[in-house]
């Protein structure tokens, strides 16, 4: 159980000193013109914002955040830092091997894209590639990164990964209950509020206009476009939807997505117990369970560890209790407990949680909606975001600049790759296959087969049904709150409103 002295707040936010809420903040209270608007002050729409003015000076950025920039995920995630590696056996199956391999390096680049940011705009953010650790704690699981080194291999990037005994993983994580591990060698941690912080600083001194705590309530898809929030308004050519989350509530993208909470927490200062267990900064630590668990070593020697899964929201909603849910929050520091039984002696000071867009196929994607061509969105990191916002981000700018480049023509812009199954099957469902997937992840722990219940229902985490099936939740006179919230432009009956 958690300590009386626990803080419900995010320590990226409100326990580094080296934080602080943007002095400039500052509502849109008119209506503005713009050349583009971006929706979302997280990572996707910081570098978004940063590369379309750095590719194109003259044009015109207003970027409105319903908060603060970094608030969201950006600002509440674990701190991994990592390039698509992992799902390069997705991209070689979905696109062939060239086009895998240009999104490989492509995101291999934003990495050092990100460090070249970092450095030459003095964003003090503790990023460092230091290696990323992956541990399978039981035997079933040895097998978890076998098709990422297969596919690394196939395009030649062998030098992507290293195996580890389960000698060196132990040591290297500090539990004992590792089986064998890998090192992703492009891989490391950041702190990432500061990250959003330093972007959001320099988004704003190359000439990109941001208002925060002016949450979108209306978009018309007209051309141009209007973005209304609650005190202004936006007329741009482009719109550039980057929400995260949130975009679970636009009805065309409510079966592409799937929100699942993350919750985290952070132990007191700690620099010997780290130093005991191997933990070193800039080399990030996460298992192969499907509710993965992952942790970092923090510039002031806390662990930060956090685990995925949590309570659902039907239809796709945001709920309070994935921001804040005490059950999850215990659980989680029971499972630290348990893979470093050490940790029982450091106090827990902060623990916070966040949203997370997990799509099936379980990569990003760009694509666009509304009859206009002029807005676009980015959805779906599935819980690996830091890293490939930047190419993502790329990828929106160059839409948005009309650009003829190979960020325009990247396979991941497209239509949604994989669609879920319409409501209430969908919740229904995903709370079956959450449980089964922990009943099998448990019981393999222990060294025993799945049941086979649970191993069949297990598999349709990767079920992908066609987009034509549809269940109508809305009715003319009678809508559900998230329905009437996504209502959308008068000009296009058959668009729908992007959620706040």
């Known amino acids: 159980m958690m300590s009386s002295g626990v803080t419900a707040g995010v320590y990226w936010l409100a326990g580094d000193a080296r934080w602080r809420p943007p002095q400039d903040m500052t509502p849109l209270t008119s209506t503005v013109r713009a050349d583009i608007c971006i929706v979302g002050g997280g990572f996707t729409g910081l570098w978004a914002a940063l590369t379309i003015k750095r590719l194109s000076a003259s044009a015109e950025v207003v970027l409105v955040e319903r908060e603060f920039c970094g608030s969201g995920a950006a600002g509440r995630n674990g701190g991994w830092v990592e390039?698509?590696?992992?799902?390069?056996?997705?991209?070689?199956a979905r696109f062939g091997e060239d086009a895998a391999r240009w999104l490989l390096e492509s995101s291999l680049r934003s990495m050092d894209d990100i460090g070249d940011a970092v450095r030459d705009g003095d964003v003090d953010c503790d990023f460092e590639l230091g290696g990323g650790l992956i541990v399978a704690t039981c035997k079933a699981h040895l097998s978890?990164?076998?098709?990422?080194?297969?596919?690394?291999?196939?395009?030649?990037?062998?030098?992507?990964?290293?195996?580890?005994?389960?000698?060196?993983?132990?040591?290297?994580?500090g539990t004992s209950r590792a089986c064998g591990g890998v090192l992703i060698s492009h891989a490391g941690s950041v702190q990432p509020a500061l990250l959003a912080q330093g972007l959001r600083r320099l988004a704003v001194e190359?000439?990109?206009?941001?208002?925060?705590?002016s949450p979108m309530i209306n978009l018309e898809r007209s051309r141009p476009?209007?973005?209304?929030?609650?005190?202004?308004?936006?007329?741009?050519?482009?719109?550039?939807?980057?929400?995260?989350?949130?975009?679970?509530?636009?009805?065309?993208?409510?079966?592409?997505?799937?929100?699942?909470p993350a919750h985290v927490v952070a132990t007191a200062p700690s620099p010997e117990l780290l130093d005991g267990l191997g933990w070193t900064?800039?080399?990030?630590?996460?298992?192969?369970?499907?509710?993965?668990?992952?942790?970092?070593?923090?510039?002031?020697?806390?662990m930060v560890f956090g685990r995925g899964g949590g309570r659902l929201g039907f239809g796709g909603r945001i709920i309070p209790q994935h921001f804040h849910d005490q059950?999850?929050?215990?659980?989680?520091?029971?499972?630290?407990?348990?893979?470093?039984?050490?940790?029982?002696?450091?106090?827990?000071?902060?623990?916070?949680?966040?949203?997370v867009d997990r799509a099936?196929?379980?990569?990003?994607?760009?694509?666009?909606?509304?009859?206009?061509?002029?807005?676009?969105?980015?959805?779906?990191?599935?819980?690996?975001?830091?890293?490939?916002?930047?190419?993502?981000?790329?990828?929106?700018?160059?839409?948005?600049?009309?650009?003829?480049?190979?960020?325009?023509?990247?396979?991941?812009?497209?239509e949604p790759p994989t669609y879920l199954p319409p409501e209430p099957l969908r919740y229904v469902g995903a709370r079956a296959v959450r449980g089964a997937v922990k009943r099998c992840e448990d019981r393999e722990e222990l060294g025993l087969e799945p049941g086979q219940v649970s191993g069949r229902l297990r598999k349709a985490t990767?079920?992908?049904?066609?987009?034509?099936?549809?269940?109508?939740?809305?009715?003319?006179?009678?809508?559900?709150?998230?329905?009437?919230?996504?209502?959308?432009?008068?000009?296009?009956n058959d668009a729908q409103r992007p959620p706040r």
Not at 83 to 92: R, Y
Not at 281 to 302: E, K
Not at 467 to 487: D, F, H, Q
Request: aromatic fraction near 8%.
């Open 83 to 92: 390039g698509l590696e992992l799902v390069v056996p997705a991209f070689i």
């Open 206 to 213: 190359a000439g990109a206009h941001v208002f925060e705590s």
């Open 144 to 173: 978890s990164w076998e098709e990422a080194l297969a596919g690394a291999a196939r395009l030649g990037r062998e030098d992507l990964f290293r195996t580890l005994s389960a000698e060196e993983a132990q040591a290297a994580s």
């Open 225 to 260: 476009a209007v973005v209304e929030t609650t005190a202004g308004a936006v007329i741009a050519d482009q719109v550039l939807l980057a929400t995260g989350s949130w975009l679970a509530a636009v009805p065309e993208l409510r079966r592409t997505l799937f929100i699942i």
């Open 327 to 355: 059950s999850e929050t215990d659980e989680v520091i029971a499972d630290m407990h348990g893979l470093f039984p050490a940790t029982r002696e450091v106090p827990i000071e902060w623990r916070w949680g966040g949203p």
């Open 360 to 414: 099936q196929h379980g990569f990003p994607w760009v694509g666009q909606i509304g009859r206009h061509g002029n807005v676009h969105y980015a959805a779906g990191y599935s819980g690996n975001g830091v890293g490939p916002s930047h190419f993502v981000g790329r990828t929106l700018a160059s839409l948005a600049l009309g650009l003829d480049d190979e960020y325009a023509a990247s396979p991941l812009v497209s």
């Open 462 to 492: 990767r079920l992908s049904l066609p987009k034509g099936i549809v269940l109508r939740t809305c009715s003319r006179g009678r809508e559900s709150a998230p329905c009437a919230a996504a209502r959308t432009d008068r000009s296009d």
């Open 281 to 302: 900064r800039g080399r990030p630590f996460a298992d192969t369970r499907t509710t993965v668990h992952y942790g970092q070593r923090t510039a002031d020697d806390r």
